[in-house]
């Protein structure tokens, strides 16, 4: 089917599908269901749940961990085999009950569908499933409705749609039968309503053009259905990390068994051993779990100030993120319309505070607070937006909600708000009749008796404000009423330019006195008006986003804003968050979809580079967007609130949707949900995310010295002759139970000072960065010697196991010292402070009382062939292991300064 009906005449279209306006038969219909199929997004088969289940296992790292248990279940160690296996498990869990959860957008795209259209078949009005809606029918819609299908209007009276959850316009969209240009953006065809939005008000008759995946909302579904599902960034440097541990971990056993066999000439049983020993040392088996504790702690902190992470992996990503595109409407606004400005003519302009929809607020003029009702002709103007309109404001629980137009709700709020309750004042000036808005004469009346002033009749007209002055031959001055001149037209359009390009909507307000005896109210009626004044009106900026705006900058992200709104609204709005300055030098300041259309490819991607907000755009484009930024190497976050952000939100690399005005597609398609919907919590998240990142890298860094250290004291035990210096099962307990209690504690180290205010990291950084090697290869040397010093002194005088439960003692105990040094990479403990992360000396203690445990209570000296050491013994060992915490201190402070 063509996707151009916008651009043709009705009659044109009804002819192009075979059909009228009263409508097909039913025959005809039954024939068209045959087809083109029902009027529903196809369930698609999803993955059964013991397939998502083993696509958890797909890890580099689970697969080491796999080889590990296999190696130590044939080699005989049936608790390192159980204790590997648990942690596979364990992970694997949580992994499957997270990507559960996220496959769910198509079938939340299917909820939307409605269930029954009203269609004419067979020259009558029926009521059917509207599954059963096929192109050609003729549809009937009123005030309520869900669009059943994309249609093209045929006929309408005083229709309008809301649409922001597919094109993102906040405001109901006017809608006429009138033709459009064939270039004309989805958001701007007036002539076309669209499945899954719903009728503001009025009635109109549409012939359907398009069903189930050729509607706008199953072209979404398709696009959300055909992005593959590829590795973040952390699972790939999980991945990179995991692949070298395995590969230090083989190459070294492998080293282990050659030399010990071929060369040194070892019982092929002992030198099996060493070789066991050095493939357990090199794996990081505490790793995983290490992993899932320092995302989990950041998703809660992150969750604390207003951001719910649904996939684990994306808090880090957030810490890696370079640009943020952000809707304008709910995200860096409130999603309200209220009131700012008032204009009388001859008078000083009215502020008017408040926010929402609570009806509390405060009228200024000049600075100077005021009683509104104390002022005459404010007074009557009140008075006026309170009658004239449909709109009702209702508590409920403790939040305000709107029955109507946003735009007429505004002005009720405005009234009530001088202490005018709309049900009070329609006591007084009781409404007689009213004549809706109309899209093509931009203007809306009511004809009013004043019951307190022997039933006078007044006639009250709201609307754009050049409509409103067309109609006016008279004007309210601050002492009488007189006939409006050319200079008072110029200023009041002045005035209106004015309070246009601060983002408000503008609307003109008159009047007129009719005889008592009129009962009707006519469109020729509405003529030799007297003009009263404007209100200027607008979705307010959220409180802090101006200030978030600016910690973005100084963080070295660039923020992008994507609206479906008009671009003289996105641009009102961008200005005063200061997202954009006065000029852009060679670059337009915005660009709407249509003018982007226009460039070639190298054109589109300088743009993009270069411009940071963009209007009028649809699903297509916000993914275009989303696309050509990650082509050029930046990461991602996308927000999104509508059913026409969902394709975009899978895309990013970390979408965020919006928890209270949010769809349930955008909310399952993406990695976060905000649950105040605000701009600000985003860059609170991307501070934690930040600091996940910071301790994402001390834990594995933690972690894997240990491995090194362990490493390479088996190494040079083989190099000079010794012993096996540790037991695999003695270091599965290191690498399990000491590294892993230690490293969750540093999952929760607190954010270091002046996290946003470094640029972000590379996405492609490994968790191993070059900083942090020379740092690694100190600390496993120190801890390397003071293990094989130690062995060496215990076994030459005490015996083997003695010397290996000393070994085990200092390695342990090294451990631990190292764990303070690792909380900070560049600031001394001193400085940032023994017990600004109360878990660090909580998890020491903890950490002894275990080794204390393994190494005295007789049941776990049996398993790990432990023997007892004395007190002076293991405080010398305890001593000695200090040097690594020194080291550590004295490195910070020669190459860092601190």
């Known amino acids: ?69 296999v190696i130590s279940f044939f080699a005989g160690h049936a608790i390192d085999t159980y204790v590997i296996t648990a942690v596979i498990l364990v992970n694997a869990g949580m992994g499957f009950v997270q990507e559960y959860k996220a496959m769910k957008s198509i079938d939340a795209l299917r909820e939307m569908i409605v269930l029954y259209a009203k269609v004419v078949r067979d020259g009558e009005i029926k009521k059917i499933p509207a599954k059963e809606l096929v192109p050609g029918d003729v549809i009937i819609m009123e005030e309520g409705d869900k669009i059943p299908a994309d249609a093209r209007i045929i006929r309408s009276k005083n229709f309008r749609t809301v649409e922001a959850s597919l094109t993102g316009e906040s405001l109901p969209i006017n809608k006429d039968s009138k033709e459009l240009n064939e270039k004309t953006a989805v958001a701007d065809r007036r002539n076309m309503v669209f499945m ?170 000049k600075d100077k607070k005021i009683e509104p009702l104390k002022n005459k002709r404010l007074s009557k103007f009140l008075h006026m937006t309170s009658i004239c309109n449909n709109a009702k404001v209702e508590k409920e629980e403790d939040k305000y909600k709107i029955m109507g137009d946003p735009t007429e709700a505004a002005l009720v709020v405005l009234s009530e708000k001088a202490g005018l309750k709309k049900e009070v004042v329609a006591k007084r000036d009781k409404r007689i009749d009213d004549l809706p808005f109309n899209p093509e004469l931009k203007y809306r009346a009511s004809l009013s008796m004043l019951i307190e002033e022997n039933g006078e009749k007044e006639i009250y007209v709201v609307g754009a404000p050049e409509a409103i002055l067309s109609k006016c031959s008279e004007i309210t001055g601050k002492k009488s009423t007189k006939k409006i001149t050319e200079k008072q037209k110029k200023e009041i359009r002045e005035k209106t330019h004015d309070f246009a390009e601060r983002g408000m909507r503008v609307l003109g307000i008159a009047y007129k006195k009719v005889p008592n005896k009129t009962e009707s109210l006519e469109e020729d009626m509405v003529d030799n008006l007297v003009f009263k004044g404007l209100v200027g009106m607008r979705d307010p900026i959220r409180t802090g986003v101006k200030e978030a705006i600016e910690k973005t900058k100084m963080a070295g992200i660039r923020v992008i804003m994507k609206t479906g709104d008009h671009k003289d609204t996105a641009l009102a709005i961008a200005k005063e968050i200061g997202l954009v300055g006065k000029d852009n030098g060679d670059y337009p300041l915005a660009m709407t979809e249509m003018e982007l259309n226009e460039l070639s490819e190298s054109e589109f991607k300088d743009v993009v580079k270069n411009i940071s907000v963009f209007a009028r755009v649809t699903p297509n484009m916000k993914l275009k967007l989303v696309e050509t930024l990650q082509e050029q190497g930046e990461t991602v976050a996308m927000t999104g609130d509508g059913i026409n952000d969902a394709p975009a939100l899978k895309k990013a690399d970390i979408g965020i949707a919006m928890g209270i005005t949010g769809t349930d597609v955008a909310r399952e398609s993406s990695s976060m949900v905000l649950t105040d919907d605000n701009f600000v919590s985003i860059v609170n998240a991307v501070e934690e995310g930040r600091t996940v990142f910071i301790n994402t ?72 960065s070059k900083e942090i090697i020379p740092f690694m290869i100190m600390m496993t040397i120190i801890m390397a010697i003071l293990t094989i010093t130690v062995f060496k002194y215990f076994n030459i005088n005490f015996g083997l196991d003695k010397a290996r439960t000393g070994a085990f003692a200092v390695m342990a105990f090294t451990q631990l010292f190292n764990f303070i040094n690792m909380r900070s990479l560049k600031n001394s403990i001193f400085k940032i402070g023994f017990f600004s992360n109360k878990l660090v000396p909580i998890s020491f203690v903890i950490s002894i009382a275990l080794l204390g445990m393994v190494m005295y209570v007789p049941f776990f000296q049996n398993v790990f062939r432990f023997v007892n050491l004395s007190l002076i013994e293991i405080s010398i060992i305890f001593v000695l292991s200090s040097t690594v915490f020194f080291a550590g201190e004295i490195y910070k402070r020669l190459k860092f300064k601190n």
């Open 1 to 69: 089917m063509k996707s151009s009906f916008h651009a043709k005449p009705f009659e044109e279209v009804l002819k192009n599908l075979s059909t009228s306006e009263k409508g097909l038969s039913s025959d005809e219909a039954k024939k068209r269901v045959e087809k083109y199929g029902k009027n529903e997004l196809p369930e698609r088969g999803g993955e059964h749940p013991l397939i998502i289940f083993l696509n958890q296992f797909k890890s580099f790292l689970i697969y080491i961990l796999v080889a590990a248990a």
């Open 196 to 365: 899954g939005t719903f009728a503001a008000g009025g009635e109109a008759r549409a012939v359907v053009t398009s069903i189930g995946m050729e509607t706008e909302i199953g072209k979404i579904a398709e696009s959300i259905s055909g992005i593959k599902n590829v590795k973040g960034h952390f699972e790939q440097k999980t991945d990179t990390l995991a692949k070298q541990m395995g590969a230090i971990a083989g190459l070294t056993a492998l080293f282990v068994f050659l030399v010990g066999y071929l060369i040194r000439g070892f019982e092929f049983y002992e030198i099996f051993l060493f070789t066991i020993a050095a493939l357990v040392s090199g794996i990081p088996e505490g790793l995983p779990a290490v992993m899932v504790i320092v995302l989990a702690v950041g998703a809660h902190r992150m969750a604390k100030r207003n951001a719910i992470i649904r996939t684990l992996p994306a808090t880090e990503t957030l810490g890696v993120t370079t640009v943020i595109a952000t809707d304008k409407t709910g995200t860096l606004t409130k999603s309200t319309m209220n009131v700012e400005k008032i204009f009388l003519p001859e008078e000083d302009v009215f502020d008017v505070t408040g926010e929402g929809w609570e009806p509390v607020g405060e009228f200024f003029q």
């Open 697 to 768: 890298r001390n834990s594995s860094s933690f972690l894997i010295t240990t491995n090194f250290a362990e490493t390479v004291s088996i190494i040079t035990s083989l190099a000079l002759g010794f012993p096996l210096p540790l037991l695999a099962t003695q270091i599965l307990w290191l690498n399990m139970v000491t590294d892993t209690t230690s490293a969750g504690a540093l999952a929760f180290e607190p954010p270091q000072k002046g996290v946003l205010e470094e640029p972000p990291k590379k996405k492609d950084e490994n968790i191993l």
